[in-house]
Structures are given as C-alpha cells and as structure tokens.
C-alpha cells in the first residue's frame, strides 16, 4: 500500500513514518521546504518537497498513492490571531480534501484536535465547540477543518477517517511543540502549578491510532486518541520524579495567573517576541479540560502509561540537545 503523509517530519509524523515502515507501507512524506526538522534523517523513504497552500505541489506527491494522512498543521499559539495559522490549517486542509478526490484517492486519514469535540465540563451555550472560549486560531482552525472534512464525507463522498488526538507527549518534538511546557519546567521557568489539567497521551500511541485505522477505521467516522485525566500539579509531579527536578509545591491562583498572561501578552506585542505565557494560554491553563472517551480501544492499541511517555521524551531531549 502507498501512503502520502503530510507533516512526516513533526513528532506525530515521524513515530507514523516508524510504525508504517515496520509494517512494511511504501511511503512518501510530504515536507515544507522550509523544514529544518532532522527526524527523517536516513530513514528509506522518498521524500517529496512542497506545500499544502501551493495545490500544485499536491499533484505529483498523491500521483498513484492509495492513502493520504494529512498530520500537516501549524500548532502556533503565538500570536493567538493569526492569519497564517488560519491558512494553513483550514485552507491547507480544503487543499488536502481537493485533491484526494481529485486523485480518486481510495483513503484519506485527518488528523484534528480533541479539543473540537470533547469535555467533561458542562457546556457553555455561548461557545459551538469546547475550545472556542480560549480565542486562540490554532483551536478555533483545527474545528473549522474537522468540521469541513466531514462536510465532505457527506456531501461529496470523501473516503475520510479522522483521528482526534489530545496533548500528545513523546519524542522527536524537534521544534517543541507540545514538549514547550516540559521542557519550560525542566528549565526552571515555572515555579507554581497552574489549577487546570488536561487529558495527556503518548504520541506513538497516537501513531498506532493512525496506523490501524488504515486497516480498522470507519470512513465518516472519528476517533479520540487518547489517555490519562491529569491536573497540572499531577503531571509536572511525574516530570519531576523522571527529571530528578524539585516538585512544584504551591499552586499558582487562578488570578495571578491570568494577570501573568495579561503581562507577557502585552510584553510580547512589545517586543515582538513570543513569551512563555500568553493571556489565551493563561486561560486554558486554569481549566480542567479533560475527555470523556477514548476510542483508541476501538483501534485495538492499548494506553502507553504517560510517565512512560515523559520517559522517553526526555531521554530524546537530552540526546538531542535540548536538556
């Protein structure tokens, strides 16, 4: 079986890429040119160079492939609007969906956010989605392409399975992405523990998602790929015992924290420079924004323990150079 990947070189892509080549797939990864991602490094697969706002570049990567699992998506919380992060998630993706029906491409795999449609807090009626209330495009584009892949499962007959990750946590997070908070932790740039929490998996478990649901998933359907329901305090607990760093004792209130935010937003449209704590994240670190399911059951892949996951996303920092 062929398979295309866009975003093959991020950390989600890259545990993908690992799992399918044991699995014996031929795959093709689809790479921005810009990319300074090394995690592909001598690793037997074509590489295809192009972009997922540039169409054309599109053509020639999905000629003669069976599969395309698009992963490509900009995950930029700074600037919290941004015009860009819109483009390339919610355009690039109607690119993606173009083209595979184009290409009459037999199977289409997206990879969106949990956070588009699932929480155990009540609902607020002012908000269409659990996320909207943060004001934060990355959220807000990851909705907006979920719900235009499955417009097109239904009205235009897209083969598409989407697979709806929480806060991923693993290795090969070369542009740290999700691995920002840790690392900002094992760093010293936190000092008290936010009263929120949020629902935690590792990435290759995700990557397992994705790969058995070539073979398991339901065209139409969607899958939450994740874990473990833990507050802040609970997970920076496991990072320090894995990192031998001090615990974080005292729980930061809610108040302080979003006037921190409110600071370093104001600092960062100053500066020009994206700062540790922005006043959307401030927000988002106060809440509890766990999941109700998980469906990864339904893909037969079994929970990695997410100190596991810490684990082995701190041994990749140090042998990388982030530590």
Known sequence: MKVLI??????????????????????TAFIHPSSKSTTLN???????????????????AMKDMDVVIHTAASTAMWPSRSEIVKKIN??????????????NISKLIYVGSASSVNSKEKKNGKYPFPG??????????KYEAFNAVMKAVKEKKLPATVILPTYMIGPFDSQLGSGKMMMNFIRG?????????????????VAKSIANSL????????????????????????????????????????WLVL???????????????????????????????FVSSNSMSELDVK?????TAIEESYSWFCENGYC
Request: aromatic share 8%.
């Open 189 to 205: 740039n936190i000092k008290l523990y936010p009263q929120g929490g949020r629902n935690f998996v590792h990435v290759h478990d």
């Open 6 to 27: 866009t975003g093959a070189d991020g950390m989600l892509g890259t545990s993908l890429v690992h799992i399918l080549m044991k699995r014996e797939y031929e795959i």
């Open 42 to 60: 001598n690793l037997d697969i074509k590489k295809v160079y192009g972009d997922i706002l540039h169409p054309d570049t599109l053509d020639a």
């Open 90 to 103: 919610v355009e690039g993706t109607q690119n993606i969906i173009d083209k595979v029906l184009q290409h």
């Open 132 to 141: 909207a209330e943060f004001g934060l495009d990355y959220i807000d584009s």
């Open 303 to 307: 929970p990695t323990p997410i100190k």
């Open 259 to 289: 006037t921190a935010g409110m600071a370093g937003s104001i600092y960062g449209k100053l500066v020009k420079k994206e700062p540790i704590l922005t006043y959307p994240m401030a927000r988002v670190s106060c809440k509890s924004q």
């Open 215 to 254: 073979t398991k998933g339901t065209t139409g359907s969607y899958y939450i790929a994740g874990n473990e329901n833990l507050s802040y305090k609970s997970f920076f607990k496991i990072v320090a015992e894995v990192t031998n760093k001090k615990e974080l004792k005292l729980r930061s209130p809610k």
